[in-house]
């Protein structure tokens, strides 16, 4: 267990509420966490949970827009240092993001999980994704920009089949090894040679 300082600065606590809350969701998922599980990792009290959020599902929704962030910065630093390969730079991100618990897509499928059934769920995960997409979709764009993707390239579907990929990803660590890692070491020389024309 975490054991949090008794006395931070609102934003502080806040932060350290989300990083608890990430590390439990990510083990016991969404629905099979409490917040008072969540308290306990954070090593606060659940009234003071809820001094913060309201509810678990803020917390949830904080947690997805914190692993957001914490992506977009790995992935804006990968293109600055592989320009002329910012997709396959992005894609070796995951390798980080599972060391730390920030695994977004695993929140992606925790959260669609809920979304039937909860309305605020969905409407935020909506934008969440689109956001995201634009994002990759707008990386797409300037690599063709500079050669380094072919450019009859669809950028707005090509962004949703990266994310994918990395849903499939996620889905296959879920359901234990359904994917090895020479499944998708074809996977990536296959877009890699779709997205440039060239092979691995």
């Keep these: 267990m975490t054991i949090a300082p008794t006395r931070l600065p609102a934003a502080e606590r806040r932060q350290a509420l989300v990083e608890a809350a990430l590390r439990v969701f990510i083990v016991r998922s969404y ?6 599980e969540i308290a306990r990792e954070a090593g606060i009290s659940e009234p003071i949970l809820y001094r913060h959020f309201p509810s678990k599902r803020k917390l949830f929704l ?4 914190h692993a957001w962030v914490e992506l977009r910065e790995l992935w804006e630093r990968a293109i600055v240092e592989h320009p ?4 396959a730079a ?3 991100c995951y ?3 599972k060391e730390r618990k920030l695994l977004l897509a695993e929140l992606w499928i925790q959260g669609v999980t809920e979304a039937s059934e909860d309305d605020e769920i969905a409407r935020h995960l909506r934008r969440h994704l689109h956001d995201v997409h634009a994002f990759v979709a707008e990386t797409i764009r300037r690599a063709q ?3 380094a993707i072919r450019p009859e390239r669809d950028a707005e579907a090509e962004a949703w089949i990266f994310m994918a990929t990395g849903l499939l990803a996620t889905v296959g660590r879920r359901l234990g090894h359904l994917l090895g890692q020479e ?4 996977i990536r020389s296959a877009r890699l040679a779709w997205m440039t024309g060239s092979q691995v």
């Design 31 to 36: 629905r099979g966490s409490t917040t008072a």
């Design 62 to 65: 904080a947690c997805v827009d």
């Design 84 to 87: 002329d390969e910012p997709l």
């Design 90 to 92: 992005m894609g070796k």
């Design 95 to 97: 390798l980080d993001l």
């Design 145 to 147: 920009e500079r050669g």
């Design 183 to 186: 499944d998708f070491a074809r």
